[in-house]
């Protein structure tokens, strides 16, 4: 088992930024894929960033290219993603999870474990 715990969300005004924080512990934290989804309310789940383990490969969602950045410590069994230029359609639950493989997938059914999720909320 894998747990997840996500940490610094909050309410920051359009344009500001942001650094998320996901937490690993368990079996063979660092040794996973991971990555970022979120939910609005109303709205299904949806891929934001995904990084690869030992390579660190990542990719990210159309709309988030360029402002969002995913990143790992593998020392700290941590990830993070750090965000800017932060518009209000950025608002909802952001939630970390982690494969059972190394290697990334955009697909929220391929990850196996997931934090509780951190509330992002920009205002206009």
């Known amino acids: 088992q894998v747990q997840l715990v996500e940490s610094g969300g909050g309410l920051v005004q359009a344009g500001g930024s942001l650094r998320l924080s996901c937490k690993a512990s368990g079996r063979t934290p660092s040794s996973r894929a991971m990555g970022w989804f979120r939910q609005a309310p109303g709205k299904e789940r949806e891929f934001v960033a995904t990084?690869?383990?030992?390579?660190?490969?990542?990719t990210s969602a159309g709309s988030v290219k360029g402002r969002f950045t995913i990143s790992r410590d593998n020392a700290k069994n941590t990830m993070y993603l750090q965000m800017s230029s932060l518009k209000p359609e950025d608002t909802a639950v952001y939630y970390c999870a982690a494969r059972e493989v190394g290697y990334i997938s955009v697909l929220s059914r391929e990850y196996s474990f997931w934090g509780q999720g951190t509330q992002v909320t920009v205002s206009s």
């Open positions: 990084i690869s383990w030992p390579t660190g490969r990542n």
